[in-house]
């Protein structure tokens, strides 16, 4: 679903793939055999693609993809405020957005001079519907093209569209891996936050993978604090 609308978030093209082609990656690494991809390509009817994507022809198609998704699926008299206001599931999601939206948009476009806080949470109420728009263009792609398939989710709902499931056994309200930072505490239960707030917290250090990439924290041993982290 994030193929939908990276362009509101100014997230480029090639780093959707990047991001697509990863999680294919981990899945052969981890075994899962099980488990099967489908890019929007495959929800939405646009002629001339080459048998296989690869970056190149993924980016210079990626907006064609989310245009058709829109022009054969959106529904043009959708009222999405009203959706919003009468139906809870709709609501569930869309305050989803909205939270999550307030908080990652401020490092894109940051209040300052030339935009309040007052104009900064309407843009970002107003980018949520869009998302909750193209969401729904997307449930009906989804359901024409999978109508035997169960569709799980991520987001908060009442289960009448969809069931809601956790990523992480996490004891917070961060569960989206995308959206915070895994901890493993010392008695090897498992956390989840904001990056900033591990970052700041002399209790955890950061571990990576052998390339270099940052993975996760992992609370230090008792006692065991770095003094350069003072």
């Known amino acids: 679903m994030f193929a939908t609308f990276p362009d509101l978030f100014t997230i480029p093209d090639r780093d959707v793939w990047a991001y697509g082609e990863a999680l294919r990656l981990l899945a052969i690494e981890s075994g899962c055999t099980h488990l099967r991809f489908t890019r929007l390509k495959d929800l939405v009817d646009v002629p001339g693609l080459p048998d296989k994507l690869e970056e190149i022809t993924y980016v210079a198609n990626a907006l064609n993809f989310r245009r058709a998704?829109?022009?054969?699926?959106?529904?043009?008299?959708?009222d999405v405020t009203k959706e919003i206001a009468?139906?809870?599931?709709?609501?569930?999601t869309y305050c989803g957005y909205t939270r999550f939206l307030k908080n990652d948009l401020r490092y894109i476009f940051p209040i300052g001079?030339?935009?309040?806080?007052?104009?900064?949470?309407?843009d970002v109420?107003?980018?949520?519907k869009q998302m909750i728009y193209r969401g729904s263009a997307f449930g009906a792609a989804l359901k024409q093209n999978f109508p035997d398939y169960l569709r799980l989710?991520?987001?908060?709902s009442t289960g009448e569209h969809k069931i809601s499931i956790s990523l992480l056994a996490t004891n917070t309200s961060y569960t989206t891996p995308w959206h915070c930072s895994v901890a493993f505490l010392a008695d090897g239960s498992l956390t989840s936050g904001p990056k900033g707030d591990?970052?700041?917290?002399p209790k955890f250090e950061?571990?990576?993978?052998k390339d270099?990439?940052?993975s996760y924290f992992r609370e230090r041993e008792t006692g065991a604090v770095n003094e350069d982290d003072y």
């Open 198 to 201: 591990f970052e700041g917290n």
């Open 113 to 122: 001079e030339n935009r309040s806080s007052r104009k900064y949470l309407k």
């Open 206 to 209: 950061l571990v990576c993978e």
């Open 86 to 92: 009468e139906k809870d599931d709709t609501r569930l």
């Open 125 to 128: 109420k107003y980018v949520a």
């Open 69 to 78: 998704l829109l022009n054969q699926f959106s529904n043009p008299d959708l």
């Open 153 to 156: 989710s991520i987001h908060q």
């Open 212 to 214: 270099g990439r940052p």
